[in-house]
Structure formats: structure tokens, C-alpha cells
């Protein structure tokens, strides 16, 4: 499943606590993704980058930040969880030659209480 | 920024039928579009995507066609079988190669 692992795979926090996701590819592609999917929305992108320290907002970014010090890593964090944040955040990649397909991670789950 | 809209919700089909699950997108400037399985608990699997370029591609029991005029596309699913049953979602890929889905159908194949 093209080298993608994402951790944890389940989560639970409570409201008002930091938490950071780790997405990590061995496919050495250069563009990387975070979504989130929520029932009836389908899956939203959160931010996206195209290289290392290269990094840019997507469509519901709010409350989120990312961090790519290496190209295998790619790394969410939820600064102040709320409930809202309560869903499942899937992690893509897509290589530079084909950069339009993107390949997604098992996902993680999380619950913020 | 770009819009995807899907319908389906759901949909419900006798093995052997054909599924057909439509998608809208409102950005004109849109030139891939992907479609993704997944199945219960699992990450989205591309199974069929389409460029702007073309018209129609198929993939054995699965095919998508894209009329650009209309910003509409379709995947059609002959001979439906019980493990077709997931939701299936569209995307359109836009500025900065940020990719918007849809907000998926769920196929479910009857016995």
C-alpha cells in the first residue's frame, strides 16, 4: 500500500491538549497531503506540502499546523484539540513525475473528549 | 474555489446490475479527476481516474467518462458484484494540485 504509515492509529484525548500526527512515507515522494474525513463531507484537505519546509493551506486548516523537516515525514499537529477535531485524519503522497495521484495511509482515528 | 457534488448518496443494486454514480464540479479550470473505493475501515484505494483530455476510459468492469462542456463525470460499474459494495468517492484536482471530493455514494450489491 505504496509505503505509507501513519501513527498512532487510534487516538484519545481530552479538549485543550496538544496533539501531533506522524505521517511516513518510504516512496521518497515529494508532495504530501493531510485530510480529514468526517461523515456526509467526504474527505477535506487540511494542508498539503511540496517539499521539504515547504508547506501551504487547504480547504479547512483551522486549528491545525504542519511541520516537514524530512521528506519521508510529514507531521499534523492539533495545537489546542476540541471536538470538533473528532475525526479521521488520512494521510496522502504523490510523486513528482505524477504529482496529480495521490495514495493514501491507513488512517488515524481520533477522539478528543 | 472548486465545488464537487455527488449522487448518489446511496445506492442499492442486484448482483450482476449496473451502478452509475454521478459527479458535478463548478471550476472549469479542473483537469484530473480520480475516483477512490474504500471499503468499511479502510483508507480510499484509487481504482479509475480520467484526464481532462479524455473522454472515456475503462478499466475492465469499471469505466468513467467526463463531459468537460457540462463539468460533469460518471463511473459506471457493470456486472455488480457483492465485494463492489463501499463507498465510492469522486474527486477533480484544481489550482496548486489540491484534489476536492465528493461527498461519496455508498454501493451497496444485493445477492
Known amino acids: 500500500d505504496a509505503g505509507i504509515t501513519q501513527s498512532p492509529r487510534h487516538k484519545v484525548t481530552e479538549t485543550g491538549t496538544p496533539v501531533t500526527l506522524r505521517c511516513h512515507q518510504t516512496?521518497?515522494?515529494?508532495?504530501m497531503y493531510w485530510y480529514r474525513q468526517d461523515p456526509g463531507h467526504g474527505l477535506r484537505l487540511i494542508h498539503y506540502?511540496?517539499?521539504?519546509?515547504?508547506?501551504d493551506k487547504g480547504e479547512v486548516s483551522d486549528g491545525y499546523s504542519v511541520s516537514r523537516s524530512k521528506t519521508e515525514d510529514f507531521l499534523l499537529t492539533l495545537e489546542s484539540a476540541t471536538s470538533s477535531q473528532t475525526s479521521v485524519y488520512f494521510c496522502?503522497?504523490?510523486?513528482?513525475?505524477?504529482?496529480?495521484?495521490?495514495?493514501f495511509g491507513p488512517g488515524t482515528r481520533l477522539l478528543v473528549l | 474555489g472548486e465545488n464537487v457534488e455527488q449522487h448518489p448518496s446511496t445506492l442499492s443494486v442486484q448482483e450482476g446490475d449496473s451502478a452509475v454514480i454521478k459527479c458535478t464540479y463548478s471550476?472549469?479550470?479542473?483537469?484530473?479527476f480520480p475516483w477512490y473505493k474504500q471499503e468499511l475501515g479502510k483508507r480510499p484505494q484509487l481504482i479509475i481516474d480520467?484526464?481532462?483530455?479524455?473522454g472515456e476510459k475503462k478499466d475492465q468492469r469499471i469505466a468513467v467518462t467526463l463531459n468537460k462542456t457540462a463539468k460533469h463525470f460518471s463511473l459506471h460499474i457493470t456486472e455488480t458484484q457483492p465485494e463492489d459494495s463501499a463507498v465510492y468517492f469522486c474527486?477533480?484536482?484544481?489550482?496548486?494540485?489540491?484534489?476536492?471530493f465528493g461527498g461519496g455514494t455508498r454501493l451497496m450489491v444485493k445477492p
Open positions: 496522502a503522497i504523490s510523486e513528482s513525475g505524477r504529482k496529480e495521484t495521490q495514495y
Open positions: 516512496e521518497n515522494h515529494r508532495y
Open positions: 506540502s511540496y517539499g521539504v519546509k515547504d508547506t
Open positions: 471550476d472549469s479550470a479542473s483537469n484530473y
Open positions: 480520467i484526464r481532462s483530455n479524455v
Open positions: 474527486a477533480a484536482r484544481h489550482a496548486g494540485n489540491m484534489l476536492t
